[in-house]
């Protein structure tokens, strides 16, 4: 070997070529050995986040259309509800009606049962007064005349 005197930075010789030999070298294994491996899990993960955020925009539709279908249902069912309300509010009104009527006949019936009772009693009480009075009228005149009649 041969000792150069020129000092110098870099100075080109059989080590430089040999240290560029291993730094391939140590290149190309840590290509096979860290790098291809890394990058193929970078990849998976990608892949991966890809999936979730496929799977999460499916589960948002379906959300969506979950949400749609309660409110779909919600308003049939407030629909019916109402259907319901005013079917029954219809059929308590005629009910409320038949009631009324039912109520106006008993009434009617009452009030002829009693004016019947009221004439009968006023007629008796007619026929009681009509011998009373005539008792009453003959009374007076024999006090008046002072005899009997």
Do not use: C, H
């Not at 870099?10 to 294994?29: D, K």
């Not at 890394?38 to 959300?63: H, Q, S, Y």
């Not at 219809?90 to 019936?109: H, L």
């Amino acid at each position: 070997m041969e000792i150069v005197s020129n000092i110098a930075l870099i100075s080109i010789n059989e080590t430089l070529i040999i240290q560029l030999i291993s730094f391939l070298i140590f290149l190309f294994l840590i290509n096979k050995i860290m790098i291809r491996p890394l990058n193929g899990t970078m990849a998976e993960r990608a892949i991966f986040i890809e999936t979730v955020k496929e799977e999460i925009t499916d589960a948002g539709k379906r959300i969506n259309k979950i949400s749609e279908q309660i409110r779909e249902k919600e308003q049939a069912v407030r629909k019916e509800a109402f259907e319901i309300a005013a079917e029954a509010e219809d059929t308590g009104g005629q009910k409320a009606s038949e009631i009324f009527e039912n109520v106006v006949r008993e009434i009617s019936k009452l009030r002829k049962q009693t004016e019947q009772e009221v004439d009968i009693q006023v007629t008796e009480a007619r026929k009681y007064i009509q011998t009373e009075s005539e008792t009453l009228a003959a009374t007076i005149m024999e006090r008046i005349l002072d005899r009997r009649l």
